[in-house]
């Protein structure tokens, strides 16, 4: 028995060992080394198993067979939990596949209308929308019309599948002819000019029957700025969804050809974060909780689960992590060549996702994963 014991670190609460120390919040470990800053202690737990060794303990009994690993599995994918994000633009019986998103189209509102009576009928009852103006301007005035491409397709959709719980991405890179997600001063993005477009565009959303407001623009403040512009129009009801941890991602590509969003000079690296940064990603988090989100985002999802535990031990709100565009082109290639097995790394992605602490998951594979799901799949 004693030939397999793990050692407790002197000091350490009786019964708590190592491994599952560093699961624990930094407060609680007096430790220094947790990446990411102060989190509320968890107290001790009160159990020994972990300390009892081979053979008395052998994890492999309840993996035996696929009733006892059900029996014992901790995270769980759900249709309810998944969000397809869509692409909406002008015209009529419009479906352009985007070559590097196989399965993934701009859709015309006609076509998005059908597009979601099937989504929410697979048991996916959540779409965030992007929009393909007609035109392009350096504010991105096309985003507040009130006859904007996305106000349009709220409006059929309310009438078209009631119960469809209608996202509404807002920002300003689809909108704008340089491509950067907000009001130009010289080459640089101004901030609080664009604050008031952001919140401009949010009320007219909510006008057209947007049900969630969801910035992804990256500006300081504009939580707080959106929030009270909905509650002056009378949305005070509708929530928001913030990007509240964006970081400047290469994983992002393959959207800039759906919604032709690409930055037509520079980069975005002065509004959206550092892919280096936890700490910081701690603070964003906590600003857009002050200001009034009512759920907070994480993205990209997989190279940032780090972050997502970590948001998850410190908020109570709501989590979302956005399994982005370049991680569904990544399976979708990988798949192509027979490399892996898509369905399979898919599912285990999403699962990942979860357990990490997301409790909705935007994919563009979220109907793939309800037909699995549908057909009882097992993971
Ligand atoms: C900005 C926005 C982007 C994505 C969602 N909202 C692109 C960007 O910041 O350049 C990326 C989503 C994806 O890659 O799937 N409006």
């Not at 972990?50 to 059900?70: I, N």
């Not at 909406?88 to 189209?105: D, L, Q, T, W």
């Not at 209608?166 to 000019?193: M, P, Q, R, S, W």
């Not at 192509?336 to 594979?365: H, K, N, Q």
Request: proline content about 7%; hydrophobic content about 45%; overall charge negative.
């Amino acid at each position: 028995m004693t030939l397999y014991r793990i050692p407790v670190k002197p000091g350490a609460p009786a019964g708590i060992q190592e491994s599952e120390r560093a699961l624990e919040p930094a407060a609680a470990r007096g430790a220094s080394s947790y990446p990411f800053g102060r989190c509320l202690p968890t107290p001790p737990r009160d159990t020994n198993r972990g300390v009892m060794a081979f053979p008395e303990t052998r994890l492999r009994r309840f993996r035996r067979t696929p009733d006892l690993r059900r029996l014992v599995r901790e995270t769980r994918l759900s249709p309810d939990n998944l969000v397809l994000p869509l692409f909406v633009c002008p015209g009529e019986g419009v479906a352009n596949p985007i070559s590097s998103m196989p399965g993934v189209f701009q859709h015309s509102v006609d076509r998005i209308v059908e597009t979601c009576r099937e989504t929410f009928a697979e048991g996916v009852r959540a779409v965030l929308l992007f929009g393909l103006p007609e035109y392009k301007d350096a504010e991105g005035s096309a985003a507040w019309s009130p006859d904007g491409i996305v106000q349009r397709a709220l409006r059929a959709l309310a009438a078209e599948v009631p119960g469809l719980v209608k996202i509404v991405d807002v920002c300003f890179c689809e909108y704008t002819d340089h491509g950067h997600c907000g009001v130009l001063h010289g080459h640089e993005v101004d901030n609080d000019a664009t604050l008031a477009n952001l919140a401009r565009q949010s009320v007219s959303l909510a006008e057209a029957g947007a049900d969630v407001i969801a910035p992804s623009d990256m500006m300081d403040g504009r939580v707080g700025a959106i929030r009270q512009a909905l509650d002056a129009a009378g949305f005070a009801a509708t929530p928001i969804l913030s990007y509240a941890v964006k970081f400047a991602s290469g994983f992002y590509g393959p959207f800039r050809e759906a919604a032709e969003s690409a930055p037509k000079f520079g980069d975005r690296r002065a509004y959206q974060m550092d892919p280096a940064n936890g700490r910081e990603a701690m603070r964003e988090a906590a600003l857009d909780v002050e200001e009034g989100a009512d759920m907070l985002m994480v993205k990209p999802a997989l190279a940032y689960l780090d972050i997502l535990a970590a948001l998850r031990r410190r908020f109570d709100l709501p989590l979302a992590a956005y399994h982005v565009s370049g991680e569904y082109a990544m399976l979708k290639a990988a798949a192509e060549r027979g490399w892996i097995d898509y369905d399979r790394v898919m599912m285990e992605s999403l699962l990942a996702i979860r357990r990490a602490g997301a409790d909705l998951i935007l994919t563009y594979a979220a109907r793939e994963a309800a037909r699995l799901l549908a057909a009882g799949w097992v993971e």
